[in-house]
C-alpha cells in the first residue's frame, strides 16, 4: 500500500494546508491529526473543520480527504513554559528561541501520528515542518525528522516515510506552491481561513490573511506574502 494513503499533521495554519493540499494532489487517501495541548487560544484548531470542507470541494482530489482525529495532549502543557500556553510577552529567550518554542513538541507530534497511522494501515506522514526560516526551531530540522522517521520504523518493525515539503523552501515559496497546487482558489482559502497568528487575532485582515501583523508569526506570514507577491509582478 506504499504511496497511496498519507496521515498529514493539520492545524489549521499555512504550512499544514497547504500540506494537506499538497497530499491530496499525491495520495488517493488522505487523512488528517490535530492535537489539542493546551494553547492558549484554539483558533487555529477552530479553523480546521471549515478549511477541510472546503479543501474538499476544492477540485477531483478533494474527494480524498478522509477522517479527521483530533489528540488531547493535556500533559505537554504542564511541561512547557512558553508563550504558546501561557499569557507571557512573545520574546525571545536566551537560548536565541522564540519562548513559544514548546521543547521537542514535533518529535512527540509525529510519534502520535505514526501511532495513529500504524492502526489506520497508513505508511506516510506528511509535516509542515521547514528548517528555512523557522527561528531555528531544532525539530523542524530534516536531518531530525529523517532520524526520527528510522527510529519510528524500527520501532514499528514497519517503515514509515515522513514528508515534510516545505522544508527547503520559504514563505514566499509556499505561496507559490499553493498557487500551483491549487491556483488562486486555494490561495483565496489560505488567506481566509488557515490562521498562524500567535495572539490568536482575527479581526485584522491584511493582503495576506487574519491576524495581529506584529506577532512573529505574523511578521513571517506578511514578508512571505510580500516577497512572493515581488516575484510574482
Ligand atoms: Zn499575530
Known amino acids: 500500500m506504499a504511496d497511496t494513503s498519507a496521515l498529514v499533521l493539520f492545524s489549521g495554519g499555512q504550512d499544514s494546508t497547504v500540506c494537506l493540499a499538497w497530499a491530496l494532489a499525491r495520495y488517493e487517501r488522505v487523512?488528517?491529526?490535530g492535537f489539542k495541548y493546551g494553547q492558549r487560544h484554539s483558533v487555529e484548531l477552530g479553523q480546521r473543520g471549515i478549511i477541510r470542507e472546503k479543501l474538499a470541494r476544492l477540485g477531483e482530489t478533494g474527494k480524498r480527504l478522509g477522517a479527521d482525529t483530533v489528540l488531547d495532549l493535556p500533559a505537554l502543557q504542564s511541561i512547557s513554559d512558553t508563550a504558546l500556553t501561557r499569557e507571557t510577552e512573545i520574546t525571545f529567550a536566551a537560548t536565541g528561541l522564540p519562548t513559544t518554542f514548546v521543547p521537542g513538541r514535533n518529535l512527540l507530534f509525529?510519534?502520535?501520528a505514526a501511532a495513529l497511522a500504524y492502526r489506520r494501515g497508513i505508511n506516510t506522514l506528511v509535516g509542515g515542518m521547514c528548517e528555512t526560516d523557522f527561528s531555528g526551531y531544532p525539530d523542524c530540522r530534516n536531518e531530525t525528522i529523517q532520524t526520527l522517521a528510522q527510529a519510528i520504523g524500527l520501532g514499528l518493525a514497519s517503515p514509515m516515510s515522513i514528508?515534510?515539503?516545505?522544508?527547503f523552501i520559504d514563505k514566499a515559496g509556499t505561496w507559490a506552491l499553493a498557487q500551483t497546487l491549487g491556483g488562486d482558489n486555494l490561495v483565496q482559502l489560505i488567506i481566509?481561513?488557515?490562521h498562524t497568528c500567535y495572539v490568536g487575532d482575527r479581526s485584522n485582515r491584511h493582503a495576506w490573511g487574519y491576524g495581529c501583523g506584529i506577532c512573529p508569526a505574523c511578521e513571517l506570514r506578511a514578508k512571505g506574502w510580500t516577497e512572493w507577491q515581488r516575484q510574482t509582478n
Do not use: G, V
Not at 514528508?163 to 522544508?167: D, G, K, S
Open 192 to 194: 481566509e481561513d488557515t
Open 110 to 112: 509525529l510519534t502520535y
Open 163 to 167: 514528508e515534510t515539503p516545505l522544508m
Open 31 to 33: 487523512e488528517t491529526i
